[in-house]
């Protein structure tokens, strides 16, 4: 297995950042903004950017978690069912400008089911997908991100890992796997 780093911590730090910014130049004050983070993996990166988007606006903007496990089309088609997170969304989205989390855009199956999913919730003004990292030439659905930390070229042998320290690793890392 061979490991390329994409992103080291300080570049992530950046990266973070500038996502930030561009949330803050779309959506002011926040005042009509909720944030989704999707499990299990985006809800890491969606308290990052909810912490710094209240340190920088002084706002309080909404966080809620989203889980699509029942919502996947490929539910009942797996070997092992997927195992279900928790989804807390303490908030009505009705009418709301939502921004949906997550770590990887791939194929885009599983924005698909948020979709669905966020229904349940009411029915948002607009959705909007902030992805750190999109895997490009990979999709299944068509579906973009409306904003994207780092575009990269990838296989579908090839998969992204995403290390957080708030996931308990000792470094913020993302790295390229080639499976072998």
């Known amino acids: 297995m061979q490991k390329k780093l994409?992103?080291?911590s300080d570049l992530l730090d950046i990266t973070i950042s500038r996502l930030c910014q561009q949330l803050?130049?779309?959506?002011?004050?926040f005042s009509e903004t909720v944030l989704l983070g999707m499990q299990p993996r985006g809800i890491f990166l969606a308290e990052i950017i909810h912490e710094r988007l209240q340190k920088e606006t002084k706002k309080?903007?909404?966080?809620?978690?989203?889980?699509?496990?029942?919502?996947?089309?490929?539910?009942?088609?797996?070997?092992t069912p997927i195992k279900a997170n928790e989804t807390r969304i303490p908030f009505i989205i009705e009418g709301k400008?939502?921004?949906?989390?997550?770590?990887?855009?791939?194929?885009?199956r599983t924005i698909?089911?948020?979709?669905?999913?966020m229904i349940a919730f009411g029915r948002p003004a607009t959705v909007e997908l902030l992805v750190?990292?999109?895997?490009k030439y990979n999709r299944e659905i068509p579906v973009?991100?409306?904003?994207v930390g780092k575009a990269v070229n990838t296989l579908p042998t090839q998969r992204v890992l995403v290390e957080l320290e708030a996931q308990g690793h000792k470094?913020?890392?993302?790295?390229?796997i080639n499976k072998d």
């Open 97 to 108: 400008k939502v921004v949906l989390v997550d770590d990887v855009l791939f194929t885009g």
């Open 132 to 135: 750190l990292i999109d895997r």
């Open 144 to 147: 973009a991100a409306d904003y």
């Open 6 to 8: 994409i992103l080291d």
């Open 24 to 29: 803050i130049e779309n959506h002011n004050d």
């Open 60 to 79: 309080s903007i909404p966080l809620g978690y989203l889980d699509t496990t029942f919502y996947r089309d490929d539910f009942r088609r797996r070997q």
């Open 171 to 176: 470094q913020n890392k993302i790295w390229l």
């Open 112 to 117: 698909r089911a948020a979709m669905d999913a």
